[in-house]
């Protein structure tokens, strides 16, 4: 088997932005995961500052000296680093804008679930259209952190992301999940950055579509 390079997508003194494929472990788990390719390809220690589902590809931000991580962080703490995802499903949802909100609780087989309370809960606000018939594109913004949290939100519109089989989505070549774009300052230095989907064929047709050009800087959208 070929050892395929992680690309890096944006590199700073203090941290690489590197693109995870989708089907790659964060952590190793019998098999390398994604943070020590990673420092075997760049001969570096690297500071994991969050992380990315298996089934998600997308843009990972990796510092490169401790002071860096506990400075992304406190930046993640304080939600003051912007990421966007775009995802797709192909059963219609109950609303196609908005916020999803609620607190998130374990289910069974790994699974998570939304909940009407609200003491801790997690905040998801999306926009979507449909780029062709029977098919959604949405692109979320998280203003928290939880473990599936945008998996978890798409299942509760009745919209589970297409190839999440976990979360009873459509069988597909992948799971329909990318961490599409990143913005933060950084020391006084606006970071914006971007990353379309490697894979996947509705991926492809969607970033073809005419609809698509609003979501290119997604920042610039009202959130």
Not at 145 to 174: F, M, N
Not at 192 to 200: H, I, K, Q, R, Y
Request: charged share 20%.
């Amino acid at each position: 088997m070929v050892k395929r390079e992680l690309p890096i997508v944006f590199s700073h003194a203090d941290f690489y932005i590197f693109e995870k494929p989708a089907g790659l472990n964060f952590h190793s788990e019998g098999e390398k995961g994604f943070v020590v390719l990673a420092e075997q390809q760049t001969g570096e220690k690297l500071f994991a500052v969050h992380r990315l589902d298996k089934v998600t590809s997308g843009l990972i931000i990796l510092s490169r000296n401790k002071e860096a991580a506990a400075k992304f962080t406190s930046l993640f703490t304080e939600h003051a680093i912007n990421k966007f995802y775009l995802a797709i499903s192909n059963t219609k949802p109950k609303k196609k804008q908005g916020w999803i909100k609620g607190d998130m609780a374990k289910s069974r087989r790994g699974m998570f679930k939304l909940l009407p309370t609200m003491q801790n809960p997690a905040i998801t606000r999306f926009y979507s259209f449909s780029y062709k018939p029977g098919f959604r594109a949405y692109i979320l913004k998280p203003y928290s952190g939880k473990t599936h949290q945008l998996r978890v939100a798409l299942k509760s519109l009745g919209a589970p992301i297409l190839g999440d089989s976990l979360y009873s989505g459509s069988a597909a070549e992948r799971a329909y999940l990318h961490a599409y774009a990143l913005s933060f300052v950084w020391h006084g230095e606006q970071i914006n950055c971007t990353l379309l989907p490697a894979t996947g064929d509705e991926y492809q047709q969607l970033i073809n579509h005419q609809e698509f050009q609003a979501w290119q800087s997604p920042w610039e959208l009202d959130w």
